[in-house]
């Protein structure tokens, strides 16, 4: 059982940055970080290896956000850069058991998710 608690949100105007981390007990291996925003689905936004050798971004995020993680600290962080308003939602991390890192159902543990606003 994997659990992950997901921190660092907030309101930050646009074109300012965010760091979130998400924090696992447990055996974690590939993790990856989805958003969520006013009626829309919840989609993919960046994957990371147990290594951290290996990283995937969703093209909308693709040179702002950079994934990362600490295996010592059992942390995943997502640094957030150049934010537009489009950015806003409710951001997840999530742990990979399935073999898609872009699909929602190949991860089987989900945190409670953090709030991040980019005004205009």
């Known amino acids: 059982q994997v659990q992950l608690v997901e921190s660092g949100g907030g309101l930050v105007q646009a074109g300012g940055s965010l760091r979130l981390s998400c924090a696992a007990s447990?055996?974690?291996?590939?993790m990856g970080w989805f958003r969520q925003g006013p009626g829309v689905e919840r989609e993919f936004v960046a994957h990371?290896?147990?290594?951290?050798?290996?990283?995937y971004y969703a093209d909308s995020v693709k040179g702002r956000f950079t994934i990362s993680r600490d295996n010592a600290k059992n942390t995943v962080y997502l640094e957030m850069h150049s934010l537009k308003p489009e950015d806003t939602g409710v951001y997840y991390c999530?742990?990979?058991?399935?073999?898609?890192?872009?699909?929602?159902?190949?991860?089987?543990?989900w945190g409670q998710g953090t709030q991040v606003t980019v005004s205009s």
């Open positions: 999530a742990a990979r058991t399935g073999t898609t890192y872009y699909y929602t159902s190949s991860y089987a543990f």
């Open positions: 447990g055996r974690t291996f590939g």
């Open positions: 990371i290896n147990w290594g951290g050798d290996s990283t």
